[in-house]
């Protein structure tokens, strides 16, 4: 098969074997260990626990080691390019940091009130906000919903899909003291207001996650809030 690669100085072409369950990190691999070393790329579990191999397969955002070559293979090529959205450091390899820092900026961090000494709080399995906590807990941060997202491409501030989605998981915890100061944070013009619900980020995420529906609650608490006087 014809495979490009998008490197700084533009597309490169290989020429690589078909082989059976060859999935496309098996391909940018095989053309790293044998055809160009210079190739960078990054990956580290191979089996979908990591989410650090995300790259732009055929302009679709995906995790490479769970992409099978036969499902997105088109007229025997195959195109492969770093995660859109963020800035690039070198091939296919991208830069993490401003995607983490909105989660910082989303107040994605536990704050809680207890301390060791007291008792492990007992949330109940069944309610609402565990249910709605447990919902988004699972995201691994691989940056796919984020790379899908094009109000990210049109506003570099905006919080994104997968700060946003932590956002409310913290705030449907209960044992969390942030609340109200989260709600805040993600209330700005860069927050949730700013998602214009197209969807991708839940169509792409490999988790089966949904930050639009999170994000949809953030701005339903946020306008809470806001008619409350809190905000
Ligand atoms: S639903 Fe919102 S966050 Fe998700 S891709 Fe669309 S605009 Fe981006
Ligand atoms: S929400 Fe899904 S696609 Fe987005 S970072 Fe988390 S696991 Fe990845
Ligand atoms: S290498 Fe870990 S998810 Fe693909």
Redesign the pocket.
């Known amino acids: 098969m014809k495979v490009l690669i998008k490197r700084l100085s533009g597309f490169q072409e290989f020429e690589v074997p078909r082989e059976p369950s060859q999935t496309v990190l098996d391909v940018v691999t095989y053309i790293q260990r044998r055809l160009d070393p210079s190739l960078a790329y990054r990956y580290a579990c191979r089996v979908g626990m990591c989410?650090s191999c995300a790259m732009m397969v055929n302009d679709v955002p995906r995790w490479t080691c769970r992409t099978h070559v036969d499902r997105v293979i088109k007229e025997d090529c195959l195109t492969v390019g770093p995660l859109r959205n963020f800035p690039v450091i070198r091939d296919l390899v991208v830069d993490m940091r401003e995607f983490f820092d909105k989660w910082g900026r989303a107040k994605g961090e536990f704050s809680g009130g207890q301390t060791r000494n007291e008792d492990v709080a007992r949330v109940e399995p069944q309610s609402e906000q565990r249910q709605q906590a447990d919902a988004?807990i699972?995201?691994?941060?691989?940056?796919?919903?984020?790379a899908a997202c094009d109000v990210v491409k049109w506003n570099a501030d905006y919080l994104g899909?997968?700060a946003l989605?932590r956002a409310w998981t913290l705030v449907n915890d209960v044992r969390d003291n942030k609340g109200l100061e989260r709600l805040r944070a993600v209330a700005g013009d860069a927050g949730c207001h700013a998602c214009h619900n197209h969807v991708s980020?839940t169509e792409?995420?490999?988790?089966r996650?949904s930050?639009t529906a999170a994000i949809a609650g953030l701005k339903r608490e946020a306008s809470k809030a806001l008619l409350r006087g809190e905000l």
């Open positions: 989410g988004g699972e995201c691994i941060g691989c940056g796919v919903c984020y899909p997968a989605n980020c792409r995420c490999p988790k996650l930050p």
